[in-house]
């Protein structure tokens, strides 16, 4: 702990965003950067706590507490404190082989985590934790190291994911020789296209990607193993495969009239707004807009807002975003103490985008969908609603009860459904005889990672379910530390 009393001396101090109403008309990253001086404060902030939860990574009530990844932050932090940025890298690299990415889209669980949180405001971590890795490729410090010797042994590395990538980048450290399949153009998985330009510009993605192609990972991409690589080849040409798909069914909304045209899932509007943006910067035409239109989202979270910002950024008429679930408390509540993740309310940038645009937050909660409604083209054109209220059932059990005399009807030309995902895609396990757990998902033991196909393993969202991109870099990293132990007998993979 390089300075006593630092959280004291020093406020919490964040990169402003660019104001809602100029960052709406392009898909830059929106995040201002910060001086070295300030992050040096920042990381003063950081008390070096005893018990640092911050990187415990434990769960608690079905919730992460601390970084899944047990990343050292109070380490780096005294480091960046002490201006030795590249002993900061070191230290941030141990656990975690992709800082940009954790640093832009986490939702920080180390900061919820953060003891001093419960005296001041809890210490800048992410923040610090991006300036590191994006001064370290500022200034050069991160080039190819590929291995300095070679196994022998093959991989395959089904999906480029984040856990696909961790999984890879790690196997790839081993000695291993490396190939990375994916269906989609580029790689990168929901990094690529599941997560908008203005979170996650694709060029730090595109870099790593091409890091690890440069070290010897060989990514082969618009291949769907399992289709147009067949999978008997796939156990002839590797010693082990590693099954790091996601999980990429989404959660559907079967109401009367879910047929009609202009209802998608999140997914195929992110996506295809994403690709279209990258190959001709929507000149193609090539994509689901929203210009002109009045869209509900239905869901709340990160995809939703994602929906939100991008569905802006298109020129939308308006834009409405409707939750069962009842708004969140502004301060922790009594049944969500430190230092469980803080569940609280808070405006991310979309919703503060539609604030500058539209004058109001566009979420509404305890609304329920009943119905969509077309016109004679077979578009939709309404959204028919009800409000609720959360009751307890003869059993005890907290479900929704529609409340009479709340019944709405919205306006809508585009209805895009993100609620989230059940599990991962069916034909490939099929394929390979991979048994499946209770919610459908690759049958794996966390820590152990093997399925009950022999040489294969499963990490991720294939395995866990939708979760953090922290906790698939996590998971990449065991599958890769046992997939390791399974071809060598031993591993030095942490």
Same mark, same amino acid.
């Given at each position: 702990?390089?300075?006593? @009393?630092?959280?004291?001396?020093?406020?919490?101090?964040?990169?402003?965003?660019?104001?809602?109403?100029?960052?709406?008309?392009?898909? @830059?990253?929106?995040? &201002?950067?910060? #001086?070295?001086?300030?992050?040096?404060?920042?990381?003063?902030?950081? +008390?070096?706590?005893? /018990?640092?939860?911050?990187?415990?990574?434990? +769960?608690?009530?079905?919730?992460?507490?601390?970084?899944?990844?047990?990343?050292? $932050?109070?380490?780096?932090?005294?480091?960046? &404190?002490?201006?030795?940025?590249?002993?900061?890298?070191?230290?941030?690299?141990?656990?975690?082989?992709?800082? %940009? !990415?954790?640093?832009?889209?986490?939702?920080?669980?180390?900061?919820?985590?953060?003891?001093?949180?419960?005296?001041?405001?809890?210490?800048?971590?992410?923040?610090? %934790?991006?300036?590191?890795?994006?001064?370290? !490729?500022?200034?050069?410090?991160?080039?190819?190291?590929?291995?300095?010797?070679?196994?022998?042994?093959?991989?395959?590395?089904?999906?480029?994911?984040?856990?696909?990538?961790?999984?890879?980048?790690?196997? @790839?450290?081993?000695?291993?020789? *490396?190939?990375?399949?994916?269906?989609?153009?580029?790689?990168?998985?929901?990094?690529?296209?599941?997560?908008?330009?203005?979170?996650?510009?694709?060029?730090?993605?595109?870099?790593?990607?091409?890091?690890?192609?440069?070290?010897?990972? +060989?990514?082969?991409?618009?291949? %769907?193993?399992?289709?147009? &690589?067949?999978? =008997?080849?796939?156990?002839?040409?590797?010693?082990?495969? *590693?099954?790091?798909?996601?999980?990429?069914?989404?959660?559907?909304?079967?109401?009367?009239?879910?047929?009609?045209?202009?209802?998608?899932?999140? *997914?195929?509007?992110?996506?295809?707004?994403?690709?279209?943006?990258?190959? #001709?910067?929507?000149?193609?035409?090539?994509?689901?807009?929203?210009?002109?239109?009045?869209?509900?989202?239905?869901?709340?979270?990160?995809?939703? /807002?994602?929906?939100?910002?991008?569905?802006?950024?298109?020129?939308?008429? =308006?834009?409405?975003?409707?939750?069962?679930?009842?708004?969140?408390?502004?301060?922790?509540?009594?049944? @969500?103490?430190?230092?469980?993740?803080?569940?609280?309310?808070?405006?991310? &940038?979309?919703?503060?985008?539609?604030?500058?645009?539209?004058?109001?937050?566009?979420?509404?909660?305890?609304? /329920?969908?009943?119905? !969509?409604?077309?016109?004679?083209?077979?578009?939709?054109?309404?959204?028919?609603?009800?409000?609720?209220?959360?009751?307890?059932?003869?059993?005890?059990?907290?479900?929704?009860?529609?409340?009479?005399?709340?019944?709405?009807?919205?306006?809508?030309?585009?209805?895009?459904?993100? +609620?989230?995902? /059940?599990?991962?895609?069916?034909?490939?396990? #099929?394929?390979?005889?991979?048994?499946?757990?209770?919610? =459908?998902?690759?049958?794996?033991?966390?820590?152990?990672?093997?399925?009950?196909?022999?040489? *294969?393993?499963?990490?991720?969202?294939?395995?866990?379910?939708?979760?953090?991109?922290?906790?698939?870099? $996590?998971?990449?990293?065991?599958?890769?530390? %046992?997939?390791?132990?399974?071809?060598?007998?031993?591993?030095?993979?942490?």
């Amino acid at each position: 702990m390089g300075k006593l @009393n630092g959280f004291l001396e020093y406020d919490r101090i964040l990169p402003e965003d660019r104001a809602p109403l100029e960052r709406v008309n392009d898909w @830059n990253e929106f995040h &201002y950067k910060i #001086s070295e001086e300030t992050l040096q404060e920042q990381g003063a902030r950081c +008390m070096n706590c005893g /018990t640092p939860f911050c990187h415990s990574g434990i +769960m608690i009530n079905g919730m992460v507490s601390g970084c899944p990844n047990h990343n050292l $932050n109070p380490e780096w932090n005294d480091l960046v &404190y002490r201006g030795l940025w590249q002993e900061a890298l070191k230290r941030l690299l141990k656990t975690n082989n992709f800082p %940009e !990415f954790t640093g832009r889209v986490c939702p920080a669980p180390c900061e919820g985590a953060c003891a001093a949180g419960l005296a001041v405001k809890p210490v800048a971590s992410k923040t610090i %934790e991006c300036a590191i890795i994006d001064k370290a !490729f500022e200034e050069g410090w991160i080039v190819p190291k590929p291995p300095a010797r070679r196994t022998g042994k093959k991989v395959a590395v089904i999906g480029s994911g984040p856990s696909g990538l961790a999984c890879a980048d790690q196997l @790839n450290k081993a000695g291993h020789w *490396v190939t990375v399949f994916e269906r989609a153009d580029r790689a990168g998985g929901l990094l690529m296209y599941g997560i908008p330009n203005m979170k996650l510009h694709k060029r730090v993605v595109q870099r790593r990607v091409d890091l690890m192609a440069e070290e010897g990972v +060989m990514f082969i991409t618009g291949t %769907e193993v399992g289709k147009d &690589y067949p999978v =008997s080849k796939l156990k002839k040409d590797f010693d082990a495969v *590693v099954l790091c798909g996601g999980a990429s069914k989404p959660r559907d909304l079967p109401l009367e009239g879910r047929n009609l045209k202009g209802i998608h899932f999140a *997914v195929e509007f992110l996506k295809a707004n994403t690709k279209s943006l990258l190959d #001709s910067n929507h000149t193609d035409g090539n994509f689901i807009s929203a210009a002109g239109k009045d869209v509900i989202v239905i869901g709340g979270g990160d995809t939703g /807002t994602d929906c939100v910002g991008t569905a802006i950024r298109h020129k939308c008429r =308006s834009i409405n975003q409707l939750e069962i679930m009842p708004m969140l408390s502004v301060e922790r509540a009594h049944n @969500n103490p430190w230092p469980e993740f803080p569940r609280v309310y808070k405006v991310d &940038y979309g919703q503060e985008e539609a604030v500058g645009l539209y004058g109001e937050d566009p979420r509404h909660y305890c609304i /329920t969908s009943k119905k !969509f409604v077309g016109d004679e083209n077979g578009q939709v054109k309404e959204l028919h609603t009800v409000e609720v209220e959360w009751v307890k059932d003869d059993l005890g059990r907290i479900i929704p009860r529609d409340i009479p005399g709340t019944e709405k009807v919205w306006p809508a030309q585009l209805v895009l459904l993100a +609620m989230g995902f /059940t599990g991962p895609e069916d034909s490939l396990l #099929s394929q390979l005889g991979v048994e499946r757990d209770g919610r =459908s998902n690759a049958s794996a033991e966390y820590g152990k990672f093997t399925t009950n196909v022999e040489g *294969v393993f499963a990490a991720g969202d294939m395995r866990r379910g939708q979760s953090l991109v922290a906790w698939s870099i $996590n998971e990449g990293r065991g599958a890769a530390r %046992e997939c390791d132990r399974f071809l060598m007998g031993t591993t030095s993979l942490a």
